[in-house]
């Protein structure tokens, strides 16, 4: 068991790969965090955890024996505790805290699903323990249970809670955390994911400052401008150094992630549903259920973390054949073309990318219903004949012919105010009644939360998807959510409708992937405005941004990698100059980068020359080669600097790794230097051969590879172009 009870202090500990993480049930019944970081010994259980006497509810002294306000609490909900509160919610009385004490707490092995969400698993029971502390409010009934899975070998607790209404009145739920967790811990730094369209989950680092810091969506989906993710890190940590902590949400809607440092200098870590503009009416006998929250503990910097985070998510939380399955190599029409394309035009795009090496053919936005531009037909999920005659049955099975899957776009959460749907059913869209309905890239936001509007899209798309021999899916999803309000619920459940839209959503990919479990489903967001851990529990692979240049994706995809793995990130060639920024880099540099994640090409290859058709296909050709690496191994960001980022990826049994460099603007007269390797077998010998250009090959041990470094060539600190890239392979002799 990875879960211990000592009886005489009341305290359970889970033991999660190098980690612990030790909680208590003090004298007066209140539950307390006594530890989150490294192991610590069951034997010591009773030292780690004192027994603790609550003396004074409103205690404002860090006295030994506790008052609420000072304590450091795994369930706080005001009640004489002034800080963030992780459960609000508005009793028949008006009462807005809760008394929590325990009642009970049941430790089992295996790990329980969660019912309509998504969630990490385990696929056999010994893969962890959860631990579930039942605690109650006597004056209302309500009943919270807050379960703690220990995953054995990741430092990984993941946490998720259920409240249930065991009184007899209803209660509003005014917000619910999945996590929240006190730690007294030597100055932090919090490190957060923002950004906006074509600039995704840039990396953020500043002190924790005294007070509350929140990063929050309210834009209806994670959102292109904060990911459902936090972390604090001790001051100095880096990439190999030091304590961090993150907590991921697996949750696409309105989110809440939270810093608090109080007056006693504790960390209060949060995480959850954001709780502004949600109040959750809980009827006698109904449960609600939160997301999941997965805490990751590294001690070994922001490396760990990534590495952590990374094996779980790909393992454990991407299901389906496409979990362990490398991706086809794809290309994409929508840079090629945009919405100006023929049968006859991707044909020969397919019969090109054929020769290339190609093996799926994705036809993006386009091709249904009166869509011309983006200004009409979302919600018209029928081929438009005129410019695909034979319909999509036709152009698959061409494509197929040719030796490719087919792959196709949808968008279904939407509607076009010009399109049959809208007109036939105007009042199916999220809307406030009487109020002028607010466009965004021309559309509204279907009204999904109702059963009737949920079926008749997915009755189209899965007619479509029957239609046609169909292996792929881009599920894209192009505005944000402003208009909380479905006219098909009662006033006292509108601040429901948010959460109910992420449920229904869910439930649509779930259909799907029931329907055609072989299908390969990549998740968008108007580039990558839904990149979560709730998405890819039915999408292994999302589209990571619409900025495909080469240079701003160094920042895109490592802010994405800090937490998601990178057989996650979709990554493709585009043409230069870029389409998003204007910018020119060499083809080399656009294959190192985007070959580091699910890989493609977005552009029409039909006008390539014999030099780059050439080049195109021995990019391709050699991203299957390393593909295993980049799917399996385990991620270094060795440097990333002003000159220069450098990424390795070494397989889990070290025989193989692949270290790619990507030089900035060149700059002149740099003194040059090594770059140390990380993760390799020391005392193995490894070739090591240069990828791009002569191919020279060396060979040098592990050790010194990590310790003396391999100098690269061409120097990145003394480069004659801008944005070089160099790519090294590794192999074990
Ligand atoms: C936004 C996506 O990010 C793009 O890749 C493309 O699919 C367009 N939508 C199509 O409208």
Redesign the pocket.
């Known amino acids: 068991m990875s879960i211990t009870y000592d009886s005489t202090c009341r305290a359970f500990a889970l033991h999660a790969g190098n980690c612990s993480y030790v909680l208590q049930v003090s004298g007066s019944g209140h539950l307390l965090t006594c530890h989150w970081g490294a192991s610590v010994a069951d034997a010591d259980l009773s030292f780690v955890a004192p027994v603790r006497m609550k003396t004074n509810a409103l205690a404002d002294e860090p006295t030994p024996a506790f008052g609420l306000d000072t304590a450091l609490q795994e369930a706080p909900a005001g009640n004489g505790d002034f800080r963030l509160p992780a459960y609000r919610v508005e009793l028949a009385n008006g009462a807005q805290d809760l008394d929590l004490r325990y009642v009970r707490h049941d430790i089992a092995t295996g790990k329980p699903s969660l019912r309509s969400l998504p969630a990490t698993y385990v696929e056999d029971a010994a893969e962890a323990d959860t631990l579930t502390i039942v605690l109650r409010d006597a004056l209302s009934g309500l009943e919270i249970q807050q379960r703690y899975t220990a995953f054995r070998n990741f430092p990984v607790i993941a946490r998720s809670v259920s409240v249930v209404n065991a009184g007899s009145v209803p209660v509003a739920l005014l917000g619910v955390a999945s996590a929240s967790v006190d730690l007294i811990l030597p100055p932090q730094h919090v490190l957060s994911l923002d950004g906006a369209w074509g600039r995704e989950r840039e990396r953020h680092r500043t002190p924790v400052r005294h007070g509350v810091t929140l990063i929050q969506s309210r834009r209806g989906e994670s959102s292109h401008h904060h990911n459902p993710f936090l972390a604090v890190c001790d001051a100095a940590a880096d990439e190999a150094f030091g304590e961090v902590r993150g907590l991921s949400l697996v949750y696409s809607g309105n989110h809440q992630m939270a810093v608090e440092y109080d007056a006693f200098e504790v960390v209060r870590l949060q995480a959850g549903i954001l709780p502004e503009g949600f109040r959750w009416l809980l009827e006698p006998g109904e449960r609600f259920d939160t997301p999941e929250c997965v805490l990751v503990y590294s001690s070994t910097g922001w490396g760990g973390l990534s590495r952590a985070y990374h094996e779980l998510y790909r393992t454990r939380l991407v299901r389906g054949p496409w979990r362990d399955r490398l991706r086809p190599v794809l290309i ?1 029409n ?1 840079e090629g073309t945009y919405f100006d394309f023929t049968s006859e035009r991707l044909l020969a795009m397919a019969r090109e990318a054929k020769e290339l090496g190609v093996e799926l053919f994705v036809l ?3 091709w249904f219903g009166a869509r011309a531009s ?1 200004n009409a037909a979302l919600g018209d999920w029928v081929v438009n004949e005129q410019k695909l005659p034979g319909g999509l049955a036709r152009l698959a099975e061409e494509i197929n012919r040719l030796g490719m899957t087919f792959g196709l ?1 949808f ?1 279904p959460e939407m509607v076009s105010p010009n399109s049959d749907l809208y007109r036939a059913h105007p009042d199916w869209c999220l809307h406030v009644p009487g109020r002028p309905r607010q466009l965004l890239r021309n559309q509204l936001v279907l009204d999904i939360t109702r059963p009737e509007v949920r079926a008749h899209v997915m009755d189209q798309i899965i007619s479509v998807l029957r239609s046609a021999p169909i292996g792929y899916v ?1 599920w ?1 999803m ?1 505005r944000l959510l402003d208009a909380y309000f479905s006219p098909a619920l009662p006033a006292a459940r509108q601040a429901e409708v948010m959460h109910r839209y992420v449920l229904a959503m869910y439930a649509m990919h779930q259909q799907v992937l029931d329907a055609f479990p072989d299908l390969l489903l990549e998740g ?4 990558g405005a839904r990149f979560d851990p709730g998405m890819l529990f039915y999408a292994p692979q999302i ?1 990571t941004s ?1 900025d495909s240049d080469a240079i701003a994706r160094l920042e895109i995809q490592a802010g994405t990698n800090l937490v998601y793995p990178l057989s996650a990130m979709s990554a493709h060639v585009s043409v230069v100059p870029n389409h998003q920024l204007g910018r020119t880099t060499p083809l080399a540099t656009r294959f190192a980068v985007a070959g580091t994640g699910s890989f493609g090409l ?1 552009l029409d290859p039909t006008g390539f020359s014999s030099e780059e058709r050439a080049a195109v296909a021995a990019g391709i050709a050699e991203h299957k080669r390393l593909q295993p690496i980049f799917h399996h191994g385990d991620l270094y960001r060795l440097r990333d600097d002003e000159k220069c980022v450098a990424w390795q990826v070494v397989l889990r049994d070290r025989s193989r790794a692949v270290l790619t460099c990507v030089g900035r603007l060149a700059q002149t007269n740099q003194r040059p230097g090594p770059i140390r390797l990380a993760g390799l077998d020391p005392s193995a010998r490894y070739a090591v051969r240069e990828l791009f250009g002569d191919e020279r090959s060396t060979v040098a041990s592990g050790l010194t590879l990590m310790s003396a470094g391999l100098w690269p060539v061409p120097d990145f600190q003394w480069t004659t172009a801008d944005f070089l890239a160099k790519r090294w392979l590794l192999e074990r002799q």
Do not use: A, H, L, V
């Not at 968008?524 to 580039?527: E, K, L, M, T, Y």
């Open positions: 994409n929508w993006d936005d386009g983006d776009w968008e881009k894209d192009n968008c967001s108007g580039g589209w619409d977005e």
